[in-house]
């Protein structure tokens, strides 16, 4: 969505760098580009206007002047101004004391209103909730029919007493909205569900019956939060809709739909600080799982090109077997080999992240591989896990075993050129040899990098006098036996292993002592 933008402020930074010292007329070329960055991606003129004028102000005040590096400081002062017209701190939904908290949905036919309500739901349930929809769109034809599909995808009830307007039968809605979401709130009361949302009904254009519609229902259900879903690709027209909706459901939050798409995105940047509303949430795809808790923070750093590391690890988080990747640690340390069997597990755990794409997007420095990363082809890995899948156990465990003819029987059983399968192997040799040097005493070429604890010293001589690894059977049973072995050494080694602080030192670290990020201490166990 911010590509544009993002190329154009990266560009403008770049001719600050070198300088000791910024003149008055090196301030006003800066933000005389980013002016033009912003009015090019579609901002309103007033954002725009209020924007460079305290970049301005503050790029030729003092903390510029006084700084050691002064073009940082101004991409600091950009990345600040940019946080605050973004809403400046992340909003979180505001639940109700007593009884459900009541979400209501308003906002334009097209915005996503009802895919939306699955995505947020399916969300909500992942957090510890009981969401239920409530089917309030009685206008278009099958929105109710859409919702129920939509609820159904996310496992989550819907509350729907009327099947809504039939293409026959446009004029004449089959129920009253407001009936309906007073009813399943009540419905929501009953079952003990703790959130409700109600998906009403949206125009092509603002209109007087519609706003009125929405009121009716506000005043009936009294929501928590009433969400205005708004299209990040509408451009100049964005703000105007959203003083519109403001003023007739007084909404709560915003939430971005279609942030994946290729317009400007400068609706983003204008309607929260417009309306003075925050922004809450953001739909980045078409699945029910793309969508996120808005951090003003982090798409300021996306827009600049600083990546988004944080909303990484929490994807990483959630998406990764822990006993896993306590498994594939323990065997790193214990210097044992890579195998095909481990290389297919973490596959499987980078797939349940998501798309590999917006994952390396979020890298800082993306914006200059973003050609590349555009070109990169999600298809070929679905390819590689078809290749190892064709081996038999055993060939995954020692790829060394496959010779020419099982070569090309994998790689009829992939559907895939031996070619192919000679390539997966050669890369994953070279993978293996340098995991192992990581392991034993850091990477080749890098003299000054040491060995992980635990996994062998950092230096030729000690690689040298360490004793050889015994090379594994080619026989299944006897490698079995093998693998038994092992792991009773290693228990042995476990039980004597004295117990005592990382790196030899006893007692505790203290986190704030480190200059870590904001929210970052929640990472290391304290």
């Known amino acids: 969505m911010f ?10 930074f770049k001719n600050l760098r070198g300088k000791g010292r910024l003149t008055e007329a090196d301030v006003d070329a800066t933000v005389r580009e980013i002016r033009r960055a912003l009015l090019d991606a579609d901002v309103a003129v007033p954002v725009v206007r209020e924007f460079t004028g305290r970049v301005r102000e503050r790029a030729l005040g003092a903390e510029v002047s006084a700084a050691l590096n002064p073009s940082q400081q101004i991409v600091k002062i950009v990345n600040e101004e940019l946080q605050e017209i973004l ?45 239920m929809l409530v089917a309030c769109d009685l206008q278009r034809p099958n929105a109710v029919t859409q919702l129920q599909v939509v609820g159904q995808r996310a496992n989550v009830p819907v ?3 009327h099947p809504g307007a039939t293409s026959q039968e446009l004029d004449q809605p089959a129920g009253d909205p407001v009936a309906v979401a007073r009813a399943g709130v009540e419905e929501a009361r009953q079952k003990l569900h703790d959130v409700v949302i109600v998906d009403t009904a949206g125009r092509l254009g603002v209109d007087a019956d519609m706003m009125e519609q929405a009121r009716q229902i506000r005043r009936a259900i009294v929501p928590n939060e009433v969400l205005f879903v708004i299209d990040s690709m509408i451009g100049q027209d964005a703000v105007n809709t959203a003083l519109a909706f403001d003023e007739g459901v007084n909404f709560t939050g915003i939430v971005l739909s279609k942030l994946d798409g290729d317009a400007r995105g400068g609706a983003a940047l204008s309607v929260a600080s417009v309306t003075g509303k925050p922004v809450m949430f953001a739909s980045t795809g078409e699945g029910l799982d793309d969508f996120e808790l808005f951090h003003p923070d982090r798409m300021a750093s996306r827009i600049l090109d600083m990546g988004d590391i944080l909303t990484l690890i929490e994807q990483a988080e959630k998406a990764w077997d822990k006993d896993e990747a306590a498994r594939m640690a323990k065997k790193f340390a214990d210097q044992e080999d890579f195998t095909l069997e481990d290389f297919l ?14 994952m390396l997007m979020m890298m800082p420095g993306a914006q200059n ?3 590349q990363l555009e070109q990169f082809d999600e298809r070929e890995i679905d390819r590689v896990e078809a290749i190892v ?16 003819s099982r070569r090309a029987r994998i790689a009829r059983g992939s559907g895939v050129h031996v070619s192919e399968v000679n390539g997966l192997l050669e890369r994953f040799a070279q993978a293996q040899k340098m995991m192992k040097k990581m392991a034993q005493g850091g990477m080749p070429g890098m003299p000054g990098m040491p060995g992980l604890p635990g996994a062998g010293g950092g230096s030729r001589k000690n690689a040298k006098n360490a004793p050889k690894k015994k090379a594994k059977s080619g026989n299944p049973a006897k490698a079995a036996q093998e693998r038994k072995e092992a792991e009773a050494r290693r228990a042995n080694a476990a039980k004597a292993m004295p117990t005592g602080a990382a ?6 670290f203290d986190p704030s002592q480190l200059n870590l990020p904001k929210g970052f201490d929640k990472f290391l166990g304290k």
């Open 3 to 12: 590509n544009s933008l993002s190329d154009r402020l990266t560009a403008t």
């Open 345 to 358: 597990a973490q596959m499987q755990q980078i797939r349940n992240m998501g798309s590999m794409k917006k």
């Open 369 to 371: 591989i973003r050609q």
């Open 159 to 161: 509350f729907a007493p």
């Open 389 to 404: 899948r064709s081996m038999t156990p055993h060939e995954r465990l020692a790829p060394k075993i496959i010779n020419g």
């Open 503 to 508: 790196f030899g030192q006893g007692g505790d």
């Open 87 to 131: 809403g400046g701190e992340t909003r979180r939904i505001r639940l109700a004391k007593n009884g459900p908290t009541i979400i209501m949905l308003a906002g334009l036919q097209g915005a996503g209103k009802t895919t939306l309500a699955g995505k947020l739901s399916k969300w909500l349930k992942a957090q510890g909730h009981s969401p």
